[in-house]
């Protein structure tokens, strides 16, 4: 094949990647649904309907992303550290690092508060950025993780036998981190998740193949994971610091997993349902880190006008509801059409790392590939 026409993925290959999209395209809407109504929420003084979804969905949520995350390492873990390094570190660096700067300068009011004089107010500017670089700053922590997790696993996946492994990952998950400084907390927490994902890559792809073979059975099993998860989500334990059965120790290990295979199997069934909502879900996961880096502003921005103009309906709780899930579309959306708007434009490099900052040949597009993902599949 010439080397100026674009690859596409096999069928087979093509129908994996659909799903995956889709349960990715399902994850950023909860991730932003709950950042949005949390937030909303507390601006408005109360809680409505989309905050009993965002609870449902906290043991799956993230873990689920990490997961699917994790799924495509394999394809690069065993490659050169040059080529390593820059698929997934200096990828997830370049976008951490240009979007800190963003954010922060938006957030820079609070960030220089205190310092006097304009050369004092750089220096705290200044140091906020150099903090970013070891604690993960605002919602950016993801990405961040991510190019952490990449380089824990290559160094060790040939030195520690995988289920040795995840069994440490695992222990790591189930013991008490809270206390211990942010960024090992994090890892502590979520790591076992992308390990999982990696490590059972080929087993995931062939559930989800099962799935799609066996719709009534698995719908089933939907429905019984579903009506478990709220149980032990909504099932209060009476301990301050544990305050459902969801969040014990290995209960909340077992619901994140077993969370993140029902999302695998739900984005197979949407894939082989088809449909709007199923291209909508797509179109979302395959620029994932379009509106997971984008959505911070227009949902504050959201959230200001509808506090300030008093837009939330009288009836508090629906108002507060309906109030978080306009704020959350807006999230969604908006990053989008900014996305598309500024493609091939010099502010393009807001979403797609340009030829600069690799440090090995970029590899070649596909037809279906996204140009930028939370999880990048690139070979």
Known sequence: MAASQPLRPRPEEAARLAWVDVAKGLCIILVVM???????????????????????????????????????LGRVIDRDWRLFADRRVVHFAYFYVLWVVIQSLFKAGP??????????????????????LVVPYSTLWFVYLLAVFSVVTKLLHRRVPGLVLLAAAALLQILPTSSWPYLLDEFCERYVYFLGGY???????????????????????????????????????GIEAVPTLARLPVVSLGLGTVGALAIVAFAAL???????????????????????????????????????????????????????LIVTVVAVTLPLAFERLVRGTRLDVLFRRPAAFHIAPAPARTGCLPPASVAPREA
């Not at 960030?111 to 970013?132: D, M, N, P, R, T």
């Not at 193949?209 to 709220?230: N, Q, S, Y």
């Open 199 to 237: 490590l059972f890559a080929e087993w995931i792809f062939r559930f989800a193949d099962r799935v799609r073979g066996a719709v009534v059975p698995a719908l089933a099993g939907l429905a019984l994971w579903a009506l478990l998860e709220a149980v032990f989500v909504f099932t209060p334990t």
């Open 34 to 72: 709950m950042h949005s109504t949390l937030g909303t929420g507390e601006a408005l003084g109360g809680e409505g309907f989309l905050h009993t979804v965002v609870e449902f969905a906290r043991p799956f949520r993230i873990p689920d992303f990490f997961l699917l995350s994790g799924l495509f």
């Open 111 to 132: 960030i220089v508060a205190g310092a006097e004089g304009v050369g004092a107010q750089f220096a705290a500017f200044g140091l906020h950025l150099a903090e970013a």
């Open 270 to 324: 949407m894939t082989r349902a088809g449909g709007p909502v199923t291209a909508a879900l797509r179109a979302c996961g395959e620029r994932s880190i379009v509106i997971y880096l984008g959505f911070f502003l227009p949902m504050a921005l959201t959230r200001t006008l509808i506090v300030k103009f008093n837009l939330a309906l009288p009836d508090h709780a629906l108002g507060v509801g309906l109030a978080s």
